[in-house]
């Protein structure tokens, strides 16, 4: 995919970052430039690391709030602010007038901020995108990953959820400066709204974020507790450890690292499961993983319908020959 529609006018919502913009907000701003001419809206301050970041990646003009910060608040009053932030984007000559697509991160503060501004614009709205088309149409992965449908919206704006890790190339930005435009929290949109009073870090742990990383290793029941290898291969891969609910609910990792229906939902370049069954559940949430690669004793197990590349065997005899492999041939 490499097209750009011009006259399509792409609004790009990003949370206000603490310094500078995350990888994947950086791919959303650059799907936004496949889809045509791209502006940005931040419910919050912009750092000056982030600025030159959305310069770099080609915005024209970034939307900020005048009146309140609305990062301090639950997604209500940011969603009434992009109602009007599309309205506003009428006056915007330089980027083809009114906005035409908004696109969101597919997290669920993403999915219900789509789901209150679809109401508000009247708009279509597609969630779980896992790839585009330079027209606007969407791939959508639905039934818990087991199909694609291809979805486009034929209202006048549409809002779009999109995935981490897609695939395409967007046209070289062509840099400057992005003009600033404020536009008012709407009145009244504060008053019963849900206010943040506090936030509290999470420990770092050194690897990427499980939603994000372009490659997950992870481990399910039959690790037994002991996710060393899934940790060796992962570092080794500079990937992220994901879980099976069974070793969530073992208390063997944090249900962070949850992957699946009722946990995260992952789509890597590359999926290594080791010891994981493979159930309905699991699939839900890293089958629009690229490749998968599947490593279990059980010749029978139905994650080997999924996996691009099967190994049968004890994980803890293949994983750690991976593991050397890998780093045999990075030294
Ligand atoms: C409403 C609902 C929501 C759910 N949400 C989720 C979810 O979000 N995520 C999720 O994962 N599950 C979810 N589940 C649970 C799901 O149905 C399964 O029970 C769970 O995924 C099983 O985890 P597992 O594959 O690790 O364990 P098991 O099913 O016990 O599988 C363990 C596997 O490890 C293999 N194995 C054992 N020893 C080794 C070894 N030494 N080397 C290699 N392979 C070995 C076995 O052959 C087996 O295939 C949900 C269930 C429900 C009802």
């Known amino acids: 995919m490499t097209a750009e529609n011009a006259s399509a006018h792409v609004l790009v919502v990003l949370d206000a970052p603490a310094d500078a913009f995350r990888k994947a907000q950086l791919e959303l701003l650059d799907a936004g430039r496949f889809l045509g001419t791209v502006s940005a809206a931040v419910a919050g301050p912009v750092p000056d690391a982030a600025r030159a970041q959305l310069a770099e990646h080609g915005v024209a003009t970034v939307y900020t709030p005048s009146g309140a910060d609305l990062s301090d608040y639950l997604v209500g009053p940011t969603a009434a602010w992009l109602a009007d932030v599309v309205a506003a984007s009428d006056a915007d000559a330089s980027a083809g007038g009114r906005v035409t697509t908004v696109l969101l991160e597919n997290s669920p503060s993403g999915k219900e901020t789509a789901a209150r501004l679809s109401v508000r614009l009247d708009a279509g709205v597609v969630t779980d995108v896992v790839a585009l088309e330079a027209d606007g149409t969407a791939h959508k992965s639905v039934l818990a990953g087991s199909y694609e449908v291809r979805a486009r919206a034929t209202t006048p704006v549409?809002?779009?959820?999109?995935?981490?890790?897609?695939?395409?190339?967007?046209?070289?930005?062509?840099?400057?400066?992005?003009?600033?435009?404020?536009?008012?929290?709407?009145?009244?949109?504060?008053?019963?709204?849900?206010r943040v009073t506090g936030r509290t870090q999470k420990p770092r742990s050194g690897?990427?974020?499980?939603?994000?990383?372009?490659?997950?290793?992870?481990?399910?029941?039959?690790?037994?507790?002991?996710?060393?290898?899934?940790?060796?291969?992962?570092?080794?891969?500079?990937?992220?450890?994901?879980?099976?609910?069974?070793?969530?609910?073992?208390?063997?990792?944090?249900?962070?690292?949850?992957?699946?229906?009722?946990?995260k939902t992952v789509s890597p370049q590359l999926y290594i499961s080791a010891g994981i069954s493979g159930a309905i559940q699991q699939k839900a949430g890293m089958q629009?993983?690229?490749?998968?690669?599947?490593?279990?004793?059980?010749?029978?197990?139905?994650v080997f319908e999924i996996a691009d590349f099967g190994i049968v065997g004890d994980l803890f005899d293949v994983l750690p020959q991976a593991t050397a492999e890998i780093k045999r041939r990075r030294a």
């Not at 993983?289 to 010749?299: E, G, T």
Request: glycine share 12%; charged share 15%; proline share 7%.
């Open 158 to 194: 549409a809002v779009l959820t999109v995935k981490p890790n897609l695939d395409l190339s967007a046209a070289p930005a062509a840099g400057g400066a992005a003009a600033v435009v404020t536009v008012p929290v709407p009145e009244g949109s504060l008053a019963t709204a849900a």
């Open 207 to 263: 690897r990427p974020d499980l939603s994000e990383a372009r490659v997950v290793v992870a481990g399910g029941r039959g690790t037994d507790g002991d996710f060393g290898p899934i940790e060796e291969l992962a570092d080794a891969l500079g990937g992220a450890v994901g879980a099976s609910r069974a070793a969530a609910d073992a208390g063997w990792v944090s249900h962070d690292l949850q992957v699946g229906q009722t946990g």
């Open 288 to 302: 629009t993983s690229k490749v998968i690669v599947a490593v279990n004793a059980d010749p029978e197990s139905p």
